[in-house]
Every structure is written in structure tokens, then in C-alpha cells.
């Protein structure tokens, strides 16, 4: 989750029911790529964004205390030590104890939602027909794991009581555009999926220094929807969440979509005004998408903490920050007054003191835009900035974060219309600057014994 906060970071489902069968055969059909062989799985998904939504999902709402549990970049997990292990079945063991481990500490700390990143670029953490393995399990793309980490960590989570969310990063294909890279990517043509980025090389990107889809090409959002599609229906996932990588760019390496626009862009005032239709697209595609196969599954999306600053719109947030709707094209607040969402759960990753973007400013203006919905709402809390020195935002720094986090929760939990509180990221919690907060949220959210 990278988009404004944690940039610098480098962040950056189910027993299959009798109808399951017909609906994956639907959403997830063959298509010849357009370089002809090798072929793909692409969607040519049946026409659901012209029906009616169903009526929202029927989970009980307990308030969610969450966290997010990274893979890119094995930021939470796997361990990077397990990928080196004397044998496959070390491997296997060290990963398997390192996530039980986690969601043992999770389940201490009173946490009931964990948001499990499955797809953190053009690669999955479960057995997928359409997305080669990930990288992250055994150090090369495309490598059978020997285990399924999506089935084994709903499994485990389950067993505890827990809630999993699997997070997808939608666009991504590759964390940077190294030469090895490229020949790790180019190297998965002989499998069984192959990459996306050898499958449709003409559907490949470049922005922020790293491979990403085109979200303007048709065939590249069915894809992405197929890959939903997948996973929903063949395990039993609580829900699917997206973060904030939709249109991602950085000022020296911005994405060049300008054959895409002229080709798809017709009709529209400003490249700009297309960038967000095609954004609203994918979500609205996902959206029926998946409730159309699983109506029980849950759909989200964490989008950075501000829509829009008052400056540029009056319906905005009295802030200065970047803004989703203007530079990652993504109408985060028309999401939930058209119902598209089950939960929205923006990032307000700053402090309460933090006048460019203050916390309880935010808050209550993202409680004021689901106030007449059935959207819920959820607050994305910045764990990783509790006990880091920092000139801009010092409150973190007080009392090791405590104050400045029960600040935080208190307004979450006392506010209505936020039903939750999701922590960035879950190694974190591991970390000796943030142990004051620790044993705060263990005494608040669980059992102090």
C-alpha cells in the first residue's frame, strides 16, 4: 500500500458449491493471446455489469480490528531465510510455523481480519491456473511451493476465528524493471501460465520504476477480473480487497497510455476523465463480479486517505494531501454512493496534529460520505510510523505512539459509521519501537493475560 504514505517503503477461497463448476467455466474462458501462441486465460466474462447488484452480503458485523500481512517484497512474510533452506520440506515447514506463529500473536492481540496479500504483482500464493507462482515463496517465479499458502492461511485463520480478506494488488506486474527481472519474466514462457508479461507483452507498462498493466486495454481488466474470479470461487475467502495501485506513477517515470487513449480514449474531455472510467470499470466488473458468484464474499478497497482536497472540489476534505481521484484516477467516494463497495478503507496514515492531512479531519469526512449508504467503513491506521522519529509528525514519537494511537482508536471506536480499524503493516508489530503500542492494543483489543 503505497500510493502516497509508504512510498518510500517500497511496498510498495472455499469448498466449491454445486454451481461453482458452470460460474468459474463463465468467468474463467480460454482466449488466444493477441501475439498468438502461447495462449492465456483471459475473460470474456459474461455481461454482469448491465444486471442489478444483488443485496449486500449477510457476514455479521462485529467492529473489524485488522491488520494488513505483506508478501511483495516478503515485507511480512515469508521469511526471506526460508527460501535459502537446506530442502523443500524445510522450506515448507519454516514458512508454514512463521504464518501459525503470526496469526497466534494476531489472535493474542484481539485482531479478527487478516488482510492477506495473494497477489502482490503478476504472481499468486495459491495454485492458480491463470498466474504463475510467486517468487516469494521459493526465490523463482513459477516454482510449485509443494503447498497451497492461500488454503493453508485460511485454514489456520479459520481455526482461530479469524477472518482473511484476500488482498489483491491489481496492476502490478513487477517491483522494478531490473534486467533480471525481465529474463525472470521472460524465462516463465514454457510454463503453464506463463507471466502476463510474456502471455501480453502489448498489455505491459512501464510507471514508478516498475511493470504494470495498462488499465486502459478491455482485455487486461477482464483478465484482472478473471484472476477474482478464481480465487472466489474456488476458496472460501471472507472477502477481496484491492489497495490503492491503480494508476501509479512517479514524476520521472509516469505511465505512457497515449496509443491507448487515442485508441479507447474517444468521447472523453481529458485523458484524465478516461483514466477514472476505466478505474470505475474494473471496480464495477469485480464488484458484480463477485457477487455474482459468492454473494457472501465481501468487497473493498483501501484507497489513499484523501478523495479530493476542498481546493480542487468543494465536496473534498479540508486537507492539502495528494488526492486519489486526481493522481491515481480512482473516484474512491462515487464507489460508495453507487453501492459498488461492501467496506471502504481508506489510509489515514497522519496524526491528529498533521494539518496537511489531519486525522480526525479525514475520519469524520469519510464518516459523513458512507453516513446515507450500506458501505462500510473501515480506517487504515499507520502502524509503521509508531516510535519513528519524525520532524513533521513528532506525536508518534510520544510515549512510544500510545497517545497518539489511542487517540486514533477512540474516535474509531466511538464514531458510528466506522466500523473498524485495519493496522499498516503486520511485521510491525514485531518491531522494538512500536512495543509500547503492542501491549497497549494487546490490553485494549485482547487478553493481557
Known amino acids: 500500500m503505497e500510493f502516497i504514505i509508504a512510498r518510500s517503503q517500497d ?103 487478516v488482510f492477506f496479500q495473494v497477489k502482490p504483482d503478476g504472481t499468486a500464493l495459491w495454485a492458480s491456473k491463470i498466474l504463475p507462482w510467486s517468487d516469494t515463496l521459493t526465490g523463482k517465479i513459477g516454482q510449485d511451493p509443494g503447498y497451497d499458502p492461500l488454503q493453508f492461511m485460511l485454514d489456520e485463520a479459520h481455526k482461530r476465528g479469524m477472518k482473511v480478506h484476500a488482498w489483491f494488488n491489481p496492476y502490478r506486474v513487477s517491483v522494478n524493471t531490473k534486467p533480471s527481472t525481465v529474463a525472470e519474466l521472460n524465462n516463465t514462457l514454457p510454463l503453464h ?133 486526481d493522481e491515481a484516477y480512482a473516484d474512491t467516494r462515487l464507489w460508495v454512493q453507487q453501492g459498488l463497495l461492501d467496506y471502504i478503507a481508506p489510509q489515514l496514515y497522519w496524526p491528529f496534529a498533521r494539518k496537511a492531512a489531519r486525522y480526525d479531519v479525514l475520519a469524520q469526512w469519510w464518516a459523513e460520505v458512507v453516513k446515507p449508504t450500506h458501505t462500510r467503513l473501515y480506517i487504515g491506521v499507520a502502524l509503521y510510523k509508531v516510535g519513528e522519529p519524525s520532524k513533521s509528525e513528532p506525536d508518534w514519537m510520544i510515549s512510544g505512539g500510545v497517545p497518539e494511537l489511542k487517540k486514533q482508536l477512540d474516535m474509531n471506536e466511538s464514531n458510528p459509521q466506522i466500523q473498524g480499524t485495519i493496522l499498516f503493516r503486520e511485521n510491525y508489530l514485531n518491531q522494538p519501537q512500536t512495543q509500547e503500542a503492542v501491549s497497549y492494543l494487546k490490553r485494549r483489543w485482547g487478553n493481557a493475560g
Not at 474463467?28 to 486465460?41: D, G, R
Not at 501460465?193 to 520504476?209: G, K, Q, Y
Open 193 to 325: 501460465p506463463a507471466s502476463v508479461f510474456v502471455l501480453h507483452r502489448d498489455w505491459i507498462r512501464t510507471a514508478s520504476d516498475r511493470f504494470v498493466l495498462d488499465p486502459g486495454i478491455p482485455e487486461a481488466r477482464d483478465w484482472i477480473t478473471s484472476i477474482v474470479a478464481e480465487v472466489v470461487s474456488r476458496y472460501p475467502v471472507d472477502g477481496v480487497q484491492f489497495d490503492d495501485y491503480f494508476y501509479t506513477e512517479a514524476p520521472g517515470s509516469t505511465l505512457d497510455d497515449n496509443l491507448t487513449f487515442r485508441r479507447y480514449g474517444h468521447g472523453f474531455a481529458s485523458k484524465a476523465d478516461w483514466r477514472r472510467h476505466n478505474t470505475q470499470l474494473l471496480i464495477e466488473q469485480v464488484s458484480r463480479t463477485i457477487k455474482q458468484l459468492k454473494p457472501g464474499v465481501e468487497f473493498g478497497v483501501s484507497p489513499a486517505g484523501v478523495w479530493r482536497n476542498v481546493s480542487h472540489d468543494p465536496a473534498g476534505s479540508y486537507t492539502s494531501g495528494a488526492a486519489a481521484y
Open 11 to 113: 511496498i510498495s477461497a472455499i469448498k466449491i458449491v454445486k454451481t461453482s463448476a458452470t460460474l468459474i467455466g463463465l468467468a474463467l474462458l480460454l482466449a488466444s493471446c493477441s501475439s498468438k501462441p502461447p495462449k492465456s486465460l483471459v475473460t470474456p466474462l459474461p455481461p454482469v455489469s448491465k444486471q442489478p447488484l444483488p443485496g449486500k452480503s449477510a457476514q455479521s458485523h462485529e467492529p473489524v480490528r485488522g491488520v494488513w500481512l505483506a508478501t511483495v517484497s516478503r515485507l511480512d512474510w515469508p521469511p526471506v531465510s526460508s527460501v535459502t533452506a537446506s530442502s523443500p520440506a524445510a522450506r515448507i515447514s519454516q514458512q508454514k510455523k512463521a504464518l501459525t506463529d503470526k496469526l497466534d500473536k494476531l489472535q493474542s492481540l484481539g485482531i479478527n481480519t
